[in-house]
């Protein structure tokens, strides 16, 4: 038999921007209660007191602050390096049968530049190429008999490095995400390794991407 306790949890789960107001207390529960109780009765098949509904969020809302955001912040306060790069291009291509040949080729005529960025991500159909814009030539070169769908100018990346734990932390990344959606910010592309993460934006918002990012740290 389902209880008003567990259907408004499950209710939430489906929530995700109800779940941190909840967890950060800038929600009225009261108000929440009202809007949410149709929804409430609906999946329970009865009526439904807006008392015991409020009573429902009150403990979602100090069971998520203690366990999901204290840990999240508590693992962003260990944030390590974060690195800036601009003049970024990003290029997308359809995946062939010598995409891997053109992709080596293109690996060994970089291979002495340290100084300049690359890295990719792939699909099951597409890879997405990132690279420093003075790698242009050689890139295109490389890739000539390659499919290309789309390719991006002027774009700046922001790379963080987290602490180990946060593999077993979840919601990290919406977390951060979410953060940078409410300040305008649209990522163009995520790049991730277990303890590594690089974003790709428009160059105009780099400067609050990294901004955002670096304020995590002193939550």
């Not at 949890?9 to 809007?35: C, H, M, V, W």
């Not at 008999?145 to 593999?167: C, D, G």
């Not at 932390?169 to 995520?190: A, C, D, K, T």
């Not at 690089?198 to 002193?218: G, M, Q």
């Amino acid at each position: 038999m389902k209880t008003i306790s567990s259907v408004v949890e499950d209710y939430i789960k489906t929530k995700p921007f109800l779940s941190t107001a909840l967890s950060q207390g800038i929600i009225n529960l009261t108000s929440l209660s009202r809007i949410i109780k149709p929804d409430i009765e609906k999946i329970l098949k009865k009526n439904a007191k807006n008392g015991a509904i409020v009573m429902s969020l009150k403990r979602i809302s100090d069971n998520m602050e203690f366990v999901s955001t204290h840990k999240i912040i508590k693992t962003l306060n260990k944030i390590g390096d974060i690195t800036v790069r601009s003049s970024l291009l990003d290029y997308n291509f359809k995946i062939s049968p010598t995409f891997l040949a053109s992709q080596a080729k293109f690996l060994t005529e970089i291979n002495d530049n340290k100084e300049s960025f690359y890295t990719s991500s792939r699909g099951v159909s597409e890879c997405n190429i990132v690279i420093s814009s003075n790698l242009k030539s050689f890139l295109e070169k490389c890739f000539e008999k390659e499919f290309l769908v789309n390719k991006y100018k002027n774009l700046s990346s922001v790379s963080i490095k987290l602490p180990n734990e946060n593999v077993s932390i979840p919601g990290i990344y919406y977390f951060i995400f979410q953060r940078l959606s409410w300040e305008g910010v649209n990522i163009r592309e995520v790049i991730s390794t277990s303890n590594e993460f690089t974003i790709l934006v428009d160059e105009d918002y780099v400067n609050i991407a990294f901004k955002v990012i670096k304020d995590l740290k002193n939550l």
